[in-house]
T-cell receptor
């Protein structure tokens, strides 16, 4: 059974288009995340979200927006795609313990986005 | 600013032992994680340290010294499948994870 799934796995699109990446977790976790991993393999947090709070990395352009229809899903919508958006995008989830701290994160397989 | 330093790349021999270091300077500390990432795949969790000392899990061990802002991941009895990137991540005082750029480990026969 897949714990964290993302679709699509590959996405090739042109500059200026709007696209969405879907993420679902069947782990019953409280918190979900979106990461961007560029060609240098640096993993950059974009958003973290639980049913109470959305935390946005202030360096993320407002063309990126997370949408959560329910606790198990956190989709990423991107408007007006730019060449620099080309990267691998990972969704992840984690459980929050009684102390309020999150346990380890489980990552989806990633979506390789190529903007031409 | 917040910073996590790891060597960019390391090479080791199959069957040997390798130590991957991670030093951090963050606003507060609420735990340190190590993840493994094979090429083209997602990161997977390896270990977690929040108190000083050594955590052992099979062939992998992770050490933490909070006073020195230092951790290492120790891999024993290296296998070819251990060729991957190893990512160090620190949870800061705002409970946000700060990620290092990762260390690419190359295992040679």
């Amino acid at each position: 059974d897949t714990a964290v799934s993302q679709t699509p796995k590959y996405l090739v699109t042109q500059m200026g288009n709007d696209k969405s990446i879907k993420c679902e977790q069947n782990l019953g976790h409280d918190t979900m995340y979106w990461y961007k991993q560029d060609s240098k393999k640096f993993l950059k947090i974009m958003f973290s979200y639980n049913n109470k709070e959305l935390i946005i990395n202030e360096t993320v352009p407002n063309r990126f927006s997370p949408k959560s229809p329910d606790k198990a899903h956190l989709n990423l919508h991107i408007n007006s795609l730019e060449l620099g958006d080309s990267a691998v995008y990972f969704c992840a989830s984690s459980q929050v313990g009684e102390s309020g701290l999150s346990y380890e994160q489980y990552f989806g397989p990633g979506t390789r986005l190529t903007v031409t | 600013g917040q910073n996590i330093d790891q060597p960019t790349e390391m090479t080791a021999t199959e069957g040997a032992i390798v130590q991957i270091n991670c030093t951090y300077q963050t606003s507060g500390f609420n735990g340190l994680f190590w993840y493994q990432q094979h090429a083209g795949e997602a990161p997977t969790f390896l270990s977690y340290n929040v108190l000083d000392g050594l955590e052992e899990k099979g062939r992998f061990s992770s050490f933490l010294s909070r006073s020195k802002g230092y951790s290492y991941l120790l891999l024993k009895e290296l296998q070819m499948k251990d060729s991957a990137s190893y990512l160090c991540a620190v949870r800061d005082s705002n409970y946000q994870l700060i990620w290092g750029a990762g260390t690419k480990l190359i295992i040679k026969p």
